[in-house]
């Protein structure tokens, strides 16, 4: 279970960044459903917009 949660989070962030090799795409959705990592995508995205803010907010301070 661990194991799958890295790989989704490493395949995730990959993509997120748009480094993820075309093989690793295909390979990822080949064998699971797509949910996981649509659930990751969000929550990295809400963790980016959360930390720009912060960001922004110590630079204005």
Known sequence: MLSRLWQIFCSTLA??????????????FR???????????ILFAALLVLSLMWIVSQVLN
């Open 31 to 41: 064998n699971r459903s797509p949910l996981p990592y649509i659930i990751m995508g």
């Open 15 to 28: 993509a997120f960044f748009g480094v993820q090799s075309d093989n690793q795409r295909q390979r990822d």
